[in-house]
């Protein structure tokens, strides 16, 4: 795959893995052109039950089960998951990671005729790494940034309360009354006594 100025040259690995930068950069940019576009059914989703490492050697054979039954999904598709291919490429990519940096130039678009600040694109980016620890904790961004700042602050946080548990006894404090004007206290009439005043005629 070409782009202007950066070639990408994937070396299929069983470990989760990403691109280089130059690389990675410029195919996160043409997902997510493609996928605005509609020039692709989707560059945003894989089969749901499939793993992002792959299990086992060979891959790229028709007995793998990540070949099986799922030709009428519109998913993101590898080498090693195409019937008849002897290629077991991109292997484990972190398909995850690259689609959260696909999400976060998707966001960053016009909104009522304005283009998003820096400051709201990060917005963006750090929210979508609080997501991805709630959806996957052991898949923290491999490049710093607000995506993976996000990660982290989820993190920290989800830790926090789970290792300070309420006290025994506990009551959250109610606030007083004492010394408020009050209104005075309010009658509604219920449905018996609205069907009684139709009645009346009143």
Same mark, same amino acid.
């Given at each position: 795959?070409?782009?202007?100025?950066?070639?990408?040259?994937?070396?299929?690995? %069983?470990?989760?893995?990403?691109?280089? $930068?130059?690389? /990675?950069?410029? &195919?996160? !940019?043409?997902?997510?052109?493609?996928? #605005? +576009?509609?020039?692709?059914?989707?560059? %945003?989703?894989?089969?749901?039950?499939? $793993?992002?490492? /792959?299990?086992? &050697?060979? !891959?790229?054979?028709?007995?793998?089960? #990540? +070949?099986?039954?799922?030709?009428?999904?519109?998913?993101?598709?590898?080498?090693?998951?195409?019937?008849?291919?002897?290629?077991?490429?991109?292997?484990?990519?972190?398909?995850?990671?690259?689609?959260?940096?696909?999400?976060?130039?998707?966001?960053?678009?016009?909104?009522?005729?304005?283009?998003?600040?820096?400051?709201?694109?990060?917005?963006?980016?750090?929210?979508?790494?609080?997501?991805?620890?709630?959806?996957?904790?052991?898949?923290?961004?491999?490049?710093?940034?607000?995506?993976?700042?996000?990660?982290?602050?989820?993190?920290?946080?989800?830790?926090?309360?789970?290792?300070?548990?309420?006290?025994?006894?506990?009551?959250?404090?109610?606030?007083?009354?004492?010394?408020?004007?009050?209104?005075?206290?309010?009658?509604?009439?219920?449905?018996?006594?609205?069907?009684?005043?139709?009645?009346?005629?009143?």
């Amino acid at each position: 795959m070409i782009s202007s100025r950066s070639k990408l040259v994937g070396f299929s690995r %069983l470990d989760p893995w990403l691109p280089e $930068p130059e690389s /990675l950069f410029p &195919l996160v !940019a043409l997902l997510a052109l493609l996928h #605005r +576009r509609d020039f692709v059914a989707t560059a %945003l989703k894989r089969p749901d039950r499939w $793993p992002v490492r /792959l299990d086992r &050697l060979p !891959a790229a054979v028709d007995t793998y089960y #990540r +070949r099986h039954e799922v030709w009428d999904d519109s998913c993101v598709y590898g080498h090693v998951e195409i019937p008849g291919d002897e290629h077991w490429d991109p292997g484990s990519l972190d398909h995850p990671a690259l689609f959260s940096m696909v999400r976060d130039v998707l966001a960053a678009k016009e909104v009522d005729g304005e283009m998003l600040s820096d400051n709201q694109i990060e917005g963006i980016e750090f929210t979508n790494g609080m997501r991805r620890y709630l959806d996957s904790p052991a898949n923290e961004p491999a490049e710093p940034g607000p995506n993976r700042q996000g990660f982290r602050f989820a993190r920290r946080i989800v830790m926090h309360i789970e290792g300070e548990p309420a006290p025994a006894g506990f009551e959250p404090e109610r606030s007083s009354t004492e010394d408020m004007d009050l209104s005075p206290d309010e009658q509604h009439p219920g449905p018996v006594e609205e069907r009684d005043s139709r009645r009346r005629g009143e």
